[in-house]
């Protein structure tokens, strides 16, 4: 069975950066279309960045410019960078892949916060002071 972990989350002040990694299991990430979402307490889940079978990537708006998703097929693992965060980037940071259909880079970003659409990790939290 698939099987995601990630890390790196920790607690940065504004302007600061994190890397997110997350280590994917079960399956090859280079046949998988991946990404990551976040949900902060009392908010609904947002994508943030995903990345297709063709190495096309997609962003929300609200990170464009400061995080670049990329991915090592060699290691099995995803990453995010995280550039400049902003305290309103503080949520849980969750990793997402499918691998039973190809999605768009753009279709991925919304479908990967649907339950059941994709195999999500455990989450790491990423939390920014002011």
């Known amino acids: 069975s698939i099987h995601l972990v990630e890390s790196g989350g920790g607690s940065v002040e504004a302007g600061g950066s994190l890397r997110l990694s997350c280590a994917a299991s079960?399956?090859?990430?280079?046949?998988?279309?991946m990404g990551w979402f976040r949900q902060a307490p009392g908010k609904e889940r947002e994508g943030v960045a995903s990345?297709?079978?063709?190495?096309?990537?997609s962003y929300a708006d609200s990170v464009k410019g400061r995080f670049t998703i990329s991915k090592d097929n060699a290691k099995n693992t995803l990453y995010l960078q995280m550039n400049n965060l902003k305290p309103e980037d503080s949520a849980m940071y969750y990793c997402?892949?499918?691998?039973?259909?190809?999605?768009?880079?753009?279709?991925?970003?919304?479908?990967?916060?649907?339950?059941?659409?994709?195999?999500w990790g455990q989450g790491t939290q990423v939390t920014v002071s002011s």
């Open positions: 997402a892949a499918d691998s039973a259909f190809p999605w768009t880079a753009v279709q991925a970003l919304t479908k990967m916060t649907i339950i059941g659409e994709f195999y």
């Open positions: 079960g399956y090859d990430a280079d046949s998988a279309v």
């Open positions: 990345i297709d079978l063709d190495g096309i990537t």
